[in-house]
């Protein structure tokens, strides 16, 4: 609540799951409040907003009248909205090497690193790396690991590596680990790597035991992954196509079994998918101008079958535009 404003800036956010196949309907109510009861229907109303939350990530920053219980405009009040996605999409892009790695079995080992994130509930892999066979200088495949899995999204927070010889039973070797953090591992590049050495817990009491190896990283780059959010915030636009199957094989209308048969409610098959899917991209569409286009039936003033044409016989203007109830109807 903010006192004694016409003009108010709210701080407090609303953290909403966002599913795109769905229509997520909100509504924002502003009322003027003069006691310290919760029950709103003392206090005065300012007005309202029905929108879904669509509409808003696709704007992101949208700006609308307010109304009132009757949907005239309530004077001249107008809620802004903002909205931006607060998941981490960041990703580390690894490339790693191994040198001088301890042999486990005869002269080899077949290493593989795993990757650990510090939680709450205790260490919790975060990836695993591909196995080399037959190598102790081994050179992984470049690979990218979420930040979320990996740190939580804080570059300063420990990280745990472990080094194995990997045995297909499942029992495999500990060669050694280390820990260390994000920040740590972007410091290495291509002519300087960032090394870590592999240490084993088991051979530390050993006179003369130094490490089980070394693990340089060649390369730690983070990099934000675009989410299919972040191309509608940024002004991707959806557009919405309807095409409608007219030919013989769906039957006579009439008939029960026909596809293009308008049951007792009012609708069939086709009109269910077409407001099931339009109705949500319709929210992705700037103009809400959708082309309806229909083949296989007999079209005047010749009767020859066509196999494309606007359903509304204006082949300049094939858009139906408005509400896509509005445009079903005008499809039958």
Not at 45 to 55: D, H
Request: hydrophobic share 35%.
């Amino acid at each position: 609540m903010i006192l004694n404003c016409l003009n108010p800036k709210f701080t407090k956010r609303f953290v909403i799951d966002y599913y795109f196949e769905m229509v997520q309907r909100l509504k924002f109510c502003v009322y003027d409040i003069d006691n310290n009861t919760y029950d709103l229907s003392d206090d005065d109303f300012l007005g309202e907003l029905e929108c879904t939350l669509g509409q808003i990530v696709s704007n992101r920053h949208m700006t609308r009248s307010l109304l009132l219980k009757n949907g005239r405009p309530a004077g001249r009040g107008t809620i802004t909205i903002c909205a931006e996605e607060i998941t981490d999409t960041r990703v580390a892009n690894l490339e790693v090497s191994g040198r001088r790695l301890d042999k486990k079995f005869l002269w080899w080992s077949d290493p593989f690193l795993e990757f650990f994130s510090q939680t709450e509930a205790g260490w919790q892999l975060a990836h695993r790396t591909e196995v080399i066979n037959n190598n102790l200088n081994p050179t992984w495949r470049p690979f990218r690991i979420s930040m979320r899995s990996l740190c939580g999204g804080d570059v300063e927070k420990p990280i745990r590596v472990d080094c194995y010889d990997h045995h297909v039973s499942g029992s495999h070797d500990l060669i050694g680990s280390f820990k260390t953090t994000l920040a740590e591992l972007q410091t290495g590049t291509y002519l300087t790597p960032a090394e870590f050495e592999c240490i084993n817990p088991k051979k530390l009491k050993k006179k003369g035991y130094q490490n089980s190896g070394v693990i340089c990283i060649k390369r730690c780059q983070v990099e934000k992954e675009f989410t299919f959010l972040d191309y509608i915030m940024g002004g991707c636009q959806i557009n919405f196509t309807i095409a409608i199957d007219f030919t013989g094989s769906n039957g006579d209308p009439t008939n029960p079994q026909s596809l293009h048969y308008i049951n007792p409610e009012g609708y069939n098959e086709y009109l269910t998918a077409i407001w099931a899917v339009g109705n949500v991209i319709q929210d992705y569409d700037s103009n809400k101008k959708f082309p309806v286009f229909g083949f296989g039936a007999q079209i005047p003033p010749s009767w020859h079958v066509s196999h494309e044409f606007p359903v509304n016989f204006n082949p300049e203007n094939p858009f139906c535009e408005g509400k896509l109830m509005l445009i079903t109807i005008l499809c039958y």
